[in-house]
C-alpha cells in the first residue's frame, strides 16, 4: 500500500535562515507529488506539485521541492524563512492512472523563532 | 470565482447523533472528495463522488455515506457518532475525471462528538 512519511513533527526555523521539510513515499510507482501548507484552524493551500520533467519544481511564496527517484522524496525547501510562514506543511501523493484522490503524510509543524 | 464553500464551520454534536456537512466545488469541478483530518494527523480520504456516483472509497466504516447532486454539490453524512469522529472534514474538489488535476480544499467543517 501507499503511504508517505513526513519524519519530523515539528520543526523550529529562524527566522531569516533556511528550511527543509522531508518527505518520503512509498509507492509502486512514481506518483504525483504534492506540498500543501495549512494555517491554524484553516483549510489546505497548494505550495507546489511535481507531476513530471524538471525534477526541481517552483511554487508560491518562495517554496522549491526536488524530487529524488533514487531516494523517493519530495523535500520542500525555503532559502530564507519569514515569520508568516508558521503553519503545518503536509506531503501528499497521487496515483497517476485512475482518480484524483490524495495520500497524505501526518504532516510538520513549523515553528518559527524571532 | 468562489473556491471551495463547506458549512457549517463548527457544530457540535451528542454520541450516537447523525451529521450531515455540505460542501459546494469550485465553479468548474464536477468532482468532490471528502476527508478526515483528525488532531495532529494528515488528512485521510473517505470517499469520492463524481456523477452523482460514489466512485472510490477509503477505509470508513458504512456509517459515513455521501452524496452528489445534480449540480455537483455533496453531502456527507455520519450515522451513530462516536467520540472518534470529532475531526476536521475537509471537502475537495477537481475539474473533471482522471488523476494528476489539481485539487482544491475548503475551509472545512470543525466536528465535535460529546
Known amino acids: 500500500a501507499q503511504s508517505v512519511t513526513q519524519p519530523d513533527i515539528h520543526i523550529t526555523v529562524s527566522e531569516g535562515a533556511s528550511l527543509e521539510l522531508r518527505c518520503n513515499y512509498s509507492y509502486g510507482a512514481t506518483p504525483y507529488l504534492f506540498w500543501y501548507v495549512q494555517s491554524p484552524g484553516q483549510g489546505l493551500q497548494l505550495l507546489l506539485k511535481?507531476?513530471?520533467?524538471?525534477?526541481l519544481v517552483q511554487g508560491i511564496k518562495g517554496f522549491e521541492a526536488e524530487f529524488k527517484r533514487s531516494q523517493s522524496s519530495f523535500n520542500l525547501r525555503k532559502p530564507s524563512v519569514h515569520w508568516s510562514d508558521a503553519a503545518e506543511y503536509f506531503c501528499?501523493?497521487?496515483?497517476?492512472?485512475?482518480?484524483?484522490?490524495?495520500?497524505f503524510g501526518k504532516g510538520t509543524m513549523l515553528l518559527v523563532s524571532p | 470565482d468562489a473556491g471551495v464553500t463547506q458549512s457549517p464551520t463548527h457544530l457540535i454534536k451528542t454520541r450516537g447523533q447523525q451529521v450531515t456537512l455540505r460542501c459546494s466545488p469550485k465553479?468548474?469541478?464536477?468532482?468532490v472528495s471528502w476527508y478526515q483530518q483528525a488532531l495532529g494527523q494528515g488528512p485521510q480520504f473517505i470517499f469520492q463522488y463524481y456523477e452523482e456516483e460514489e466512485r472510490q472509497r477509503g477505509n470508513f466504516p458504512d456509517r459515513f455515506s455521501g452524496h452528489q447532486f445534480p449540480n455537483y454539490s455533496s453531502e456527507l453524512n455520519v450515522n451513530a457518532l462516536l467520540l472518534g469522529d470529532s475531526a476536521l472534514y475537509l471537502c475537495?474538489?477537481?475539474?473533471?475525471?482522471?488523476?494528476?488535476?489539481?485539487?482544491?480544499f475548503g475551509e472545512g467543517s470543525w466536528l465535535t462528538v460529546v
Open positions: 465553479s468548474g469541478h464536477d468532482t
Open positions: 501528499a501523493v497521487a496515483r497517476r492512472s485512475g482518480y484524483s484522490t490524495l495520500t
Open positions: 475537495a474538489s477537481s475539474p473533471r475525471q482522471g488523476a494528476g488535476n489539481t485539487i482544491y
Open positions: 511535481y507531476f513530471s520533467g524538471d525534477t
